[in-house]
């Protein structure tokens, strides 16, 4: 099993560790601090350094309990081998602005609006969309929306998370905002849950701002009708 050293601190950019194996281009590390593809977050990228050689990590995905780091080229590099990772922390830290802001907006619009739950949603260096089923949204609401996302992110609310057991997570109502995000609380022992403090509460595994006010300002660049549960609107931050 991979330690998740981006759990223990989002904000770490580099890390020393050992290699447990090596297939191809792709390395697992004793433990990593590159965050994998998921929930609809994209992967961290950055360098490896390992014998003298360093190498460029294009793509990191997970399965079961490993994590993968994809190289762009074939490693000479064996298992037990010193490795010393180093984040594009630009990239990083664009992604956790985007994920916290739509967790803010997400919690906006559940407080305010009752939405009738997250339909889709993906996060980018540069952009993120979150899709909503909720009735009567259109982009005037929209920008709304956004308005009082960007009121509550310059009130900084801190943003914390923690790990709880399955039979907590399941007596706390709407932790989970998807039908497959439920299923998922229902199969695992310890679920993460992540809160913006006053505003957010979810089950959540991606990585997080400390504060809101870390996130900038919101503004708003695409809003699509997807159907009647499904109004998607598209964010930049500045």
Do not use: C
């Not at 447990?20 to 601090?33: D, F, H, P, Q, Y």
């Amino acid at each position: 099993m991979t330690v998740k050293l981006f759990w223990q601190d989002a904000y770490l950019k580099a890390f020393d560790t050992v290699v447990e194996s090596v297939g191809g281009n792709r390395i697992v590390l004793k433990e990593t601090a590159f965050y994998p593809t998921g929930g609809g977050v994209m992967n961290d990228t950055g360098t490896l350094r390992i014998k003298g050689s360093e190498y460029n990590v294009v793509d990191v995905s997970k399965e079961d309990d490993a994590i993968f780091h994809h190289l762009a080229g074939i490693p000479q590099v064996d298992a037990g081998d010193a490795a010393h990772g180093a984040i594009d922390w630009s990239r990083r830290y664009s992604l956790m602005r985007y994920h916290t802001a739509i967790h803010l907006m997400d919690g906006i619009v559940e407080k305010k609006y009752r939405a009738g739950g997250i339909t889709g949603g993906q996060i980018f260096p540069d952009r993120a969309r979150i899709d909503f089923g909720l009735d009567g949204l259109n982009r005037e609401l929209a920008q709304k929306i956004i308005d009082e996302s960007n009121e509550a992110a310059q009130e900084g609310h801190a943003v914390s998370s923690r790990m709880i057991s399955r039979e907590e997570a399941l007596a706390m109502p709407n932790l989970a905002r998807t039908e497959p995000g439920r299923k998922l609380i229902e199969s695992m022992p310890q679920v993460r849950v992540v809160e913006i403090e006053g505003i957010d509460v979810q089950s959540d595994g991606g990585l997080h701002v400390a504060n809101t006010k870390e996130i900038g300002r919101l503004v708003l660049s695409g809003f699509e009708n997807k159907g009647k549960n499904s109004k998607r609107i598209e964010v930049k931050l500045e």
